[in-house]
């Protein structure tokens, strides 16, 4: 062992330190993580604040490659020791109320009264960690907090909802009215399926196709797409614009993707349709 490497009741420590901040975060519990982290360090050996804050970023990206949300504020890095996925599902299996509820948090919507107004200015484009799925490693259990997210329409809504808002007063501070006024919910007038949510405008009057994509977590979370929405994203991309709100809630953000998914996106396979074969 070099002096590089965390011994395994260094990281069954450090891991459990980890999930008691993501209960508590998901349950809406107040926590400190400098008193966390200064507990933490008195059972590593002589480990600095540097070091402990580098591996719960580490743990950040295992619970992303799990299909888990990471606590908010520790970002995702990607060189991490192969115990550690090891013992982050080990606590994980010991502990299935943390799953429960991490994927309760993701079909609980925020209550309008407390979901803020999104700022015109957008947030940078974050750098999303996914498994390398060419590496052809595989995890004893995968969870899906981005689809059962996915699944929850009153969230999705909300996202919409917000940026219909923001497009109106974008185009009503410009001076353009009656743009502003013809902003459509098309996913709610027309109904859903088209590939798009928002029917907007540049204030030239030329149209903005608005995909929306949702989430209560942080920017790094990765979301799902259709093929309806590439199709459209591909034959469009001119005027297609899919915008990722998060931290939905009272202070929510955004970032901005124009023109074809598979340009501004690195996708990944994540389900097949499939029939027997005939024979």
């Known amino acids: 062992m070099t002096a590089r490497d965390w011994s395994g009741a260094e990281i069954a420590a450090t891991v459990a330190s980890y999930l008691e901040m993501l209960r508590l975060e998901v349950l809406g519990q107040p926590y400190s993580k400098t008193m966390f982290r200064d507990r933490l360090r008195a059972l590593l050996n002589n480990r600095t604040h540097t070091a402990v804050e580098y591996k719960h970023q580490n743990i950040s990206a295992v619970m992303m490659r799990l299909g888990l949300r990471p606590i908010k504020g520790y ?96 185009l009503h501070s410009a001076g353009k009215r009656k743009l502003a006024d013809s902003v459509e919910h098309v996913s709610k007038t027309r109904g859903d399926g088209l590939g798009y949510d928002i029917l907007s405008f540049e204030e030239s009057g030329k149209e903005r196709l608005l995909e929306v994509k949702t989430t209560k977590s942080r920017a790094e ?17 001119e005027v297609f614009h899919l915008i990722r709100v998060f931290n939905f809630g009272p202070t929510p953000r955004w970032y901005h993707l124009p023109g074809s998914i598979d340009t501004t996106c690195e996708l990944q396979e994540s389900t097949f349709l499939a029939v027997p074969k005939a024979g």
């Open 221 to 237: 979370t990765p979301f799902f797409v259709s093929r309806n929405e590439l199709q459209l994203s591909q034959e469009q991309p």
């Open 75 to 170: 970002q995702p890095a990607k060189n991490y020791q192969h115990a550690l996925i090891t013992e982050v599902q080990a606590q994980l299996a010991s502990s299935p109320s943390i799953i429960e509820q991490v994927l309760a948090e993701a079909l609980h919507t925020p209550d309008a009264a407390a979901i803020g107004a999104l700022d015109f200015e957008w947030s940078p484009i974050p750098k999303i960690v996914l498994p390398d799925a060419r590496a052809g490693t595989r995890t004893a259990r995968r969870y899906d907090y981005a689809a059962v997210e996915a699944s929850n329409r009153k969230l999705g809504d909300g996202g919409e909802e917000a940026v219909v808002e923001l497009e109106r007063r974008r």
